[in-house]
Structure formats: structure tokens, C-alpha cells
Antibody, heavy 118, light 107 residues
């Protein structure tokens, strides 16, 4: 059974850092395209970043230069290192599997809440 | 960036009704359009991919259509569990943008 479990969210001050984790089971992350999507409270969905199976990464302009997407193949785990956090980064962060056929997100984690506030 | 505009933003309907939600793209995205359902406090759930292909396990009362810039999601006969928020998403080009959502409420 495919499962994605995020963790690492919490309260952080503006300018601070946080690292999110996404532990995968039932499939191999390094053989798939994986993504982070966020949702601010009461708002819509915003794509944040994608990692291709070969390791290339791409970011939304809103996080480029501040967020880094990485993975540990031995742990089948993804990471999102978030630096220089701003109030507008407050959101639930989801990791999701990106199915290559038509670019749909077919499996999602339950999400982890990041709150940036002083 | 490719903008996706959903209409309506909210919709009131009754059990058994047929409803259609539209999604318009700011440029031609071929059939690279997907639809999701999201319930409060839960992650989105994939319903339709490639504009009109039904995701495995999704009831057949859900259907999608369109290509190019104009797309639709239709629910043929609403059931109580269908009252939720629906999002479209384009996968033609990065950034992979989403529509703003359509909240489907019980009349």
C-alpha cells in the first residue's frame, strides 16, 4: 500500500528555518517524481517544488533560493529544507507523488502545518 | 505562468442534482488538466486525470471533459459525500498551477 507521511512542521519565527520530512512506503521515491504542495489556511493549493527521479529539482518562484528539496534513498524519505521563512509561508505542506503519464498527483500525505509567526 | 480560473467559486446543490464546474486555462494546455476533491482537514484526492480519464476507484458519476483551454468536471447525480471543494490543476508546464477551487455546498 502506498503511504506518504509528513512530519517536521511547527511554529517558527520569521527568518527562521525548518526541515520537513516525508516518509514513503509501498514504492520507491527515487524511481518516481515527487513534489511538495502547500495550502495556506482557508486558501487554495500552491505547487512548491518537484524532484525528478534523476534528482533534478525545480521550485516555484515564491520559494526559489530559500527552500531546498532533497531525498535519502536509503531511508526512502524526502526532505524540504525551508530557510528565511516568511509569514506568507504559513501553510499545510503536503508531499505528493507526481505520476509522469499526465502529470497528476496520485498519492498525497496527510500534510504538516508550518506556522511562521513571532 | 499558466493561470487556471474556476467557475463558479461556490455552488449550492441538492442530493441527486447534476452539477458542472468549469476550469479555464490562460493558454493552450492540451489535455494536461487534472481534477481533485478535497474535504475539510484532508489531503486532496485525485478524481480525473488527462482531462477525462477516471482515476481508479473513483465513482463513475464523476466525469471530465474538454481540451485546450476549457475544461469541465461533471457530477451526474450528487451524493451526500460529494459535498466538498474541487480543484483543477494543469501539468502542461511548471509551475504546476491549481485553480482557486469550487466549494460545493448542500442546498
Amino acid at each position: 500500500e502506498v503511504q506518504l507521511v509528513e512530519s517536521g512542521g511547527g511554529l517558527v519565527q520569521p527568518g527562521g528555518s525548518l526541515r520537513l520530512l516525508c516518509e514513503a512506503s509501498g514504492f520507491t521515491v527515487s524511481s518516481n517524481y515527487m513534489s511538495w504542495v502547500r495550502q495556506a489556511p482557508g486558501k487554495g493549493l500552491e505547487w512548491v517544488s518537484i524532484m525528478y527521479s534523476g534528482g533534478n529539482t525545480y521550485y516555484a518562484d515564491s520559494v526559489k533560493g530559500r527552500f531546498t528539496f532533497s531525498r535519502d534513498n536509503s531511508k526512502n524519505t524526502l526532505y524540504l529544507q525551508m530557510n528565511s521563512l516568511r509569514a506568507e509561508d504559513t501553510a499545510v505542506y503536503y508531499c505528493a507523488r507526481f505520476r509522469l503519464t499526465w502529470g497528476e498527483f496520485d498519492y498525497w500525505g496527510q500534510g504538516t502545518l508550518v506556522t511562521v509567526s513571532s | 505562468d499558466t493561470q487556471l480560473t474556476q467557475s463558479p467559486s461556490s455552488l449550492s446543490a441538492s442530493v441527486g442534482d447534476r452539477v458542472t464546474i468549469t476550469c479555464r486555462a490562460s493558454q493552450d494546455i492540451s489535455s494536461y488538466l487534472n481534477w481533485y476533491q478535497q474535504k475539510p482537514g484532508k489531503a486532496p484526492n485525485l478524481l480525473i486525470y488527462a482531462a477525462s480519464s477516471l482515476q481508479s476507484g473513483v465513482p463513475s458519476r464523476f466525469s471530465g471533459g474538454g481540451s485546450g483551454t476549457d475544461f469541465t468536471l461533471t457530477i451526474s447525480s450528487l451524493r451526500p459525500e460529494d459535498f466538498a471543494t474541487y480543484f483543477c490543476q494543469q501539468s502542461y508546464t511548471t509551475p504546476y498551477t491549481f485553480g482557486q477551487g469550487t466549494k460545493l455546498e448542500i442546498k
